[in-house]
């Protein structure tokens, strides 16, 4: 329970980073995608938590099981303003290089998931955990990517001819630890 407990403690802080950049937004006299969504969303009910279930089992099947001995899908949460926030399990490989190209294809695979599922967003989240180890050989599982996706970028993508190689260049907002940067 406290991978878990800290893994929400990093959704927040990444929600956080979100908000100061919709603020640098405003600063500038700039609209944010949020705002333009927040109108259009404004007399819509929330998805029931049935959908947000039923989500999560899609993503599952999507991204296959858990080959570390975790859930593979931690959280599928989906709040007020239509943001869905899902926190995964990145598998292990036989070389960095293929984790790191792993991590991409699932998130991939999720936000695609998302975008054909009857679940209605405004943005979507994706958080990516691994285990790392400091120099103290000290070894935690930690968010180690960390993505945001606005609706009007999600609707952009073919996904017919859609490479999972630019899932980070085209997200709205992304977070990597060092050691998942290329």
């Not at 609706?151 to 060092?178: G, M, Q, R």
Request: aromatic content about 8%; glycine content about 4%; charged content about 25%.
């Amino acid at each position: 329970k406290s991978v878990i407990a800290r893994q929400k403690v990093q959704i927040l802080q990444l929600q956080e980073e979100i908000l100061e950049l919709n603020s640098l937004y405003k600063k500038a006299g700039i609209h944010t995608p949020d705002e333009y969504m927040s109108i259009i969303q404004a007399n819509q009910q929330p998805q029931k938590p049935e959908k947000m279930t039923f989500l999560k089992a899609q993503l599952i099947d999507a991204i296959g099981p858990s080959n570390r001995n975790l859930e593979r899908v931690l959280t599928t949460e989906r709040d007020a303003a239509n943001v869905i926030t899902i926190v995964f399990t990145i598998n292990d490989n036989i070389t960095n290089g293929f984790i790191k190209t792993g991590a991409k294809i699932d998130i991939t695979k999720i936000l695609k998931r998302v975008k054909t599922s009857d679940c209605e967003f405004s943005k979507v989240i994706i958080a990516g955990t691994f285990l790392l180890t400091d120099k103290f050989g000290n070894s935690k599982e930690s968010i180690v990517v960390a993505l945001s996706y606005n609706l009007s970028t999600v609707n952009k993508i073919n996904w017919e001819n859609f490479l999972f190689d630019n899932i980070y260049d085209i997200a709205d907002f992304i977070k990597l630890d060092p050691a998942f940067m290329q």
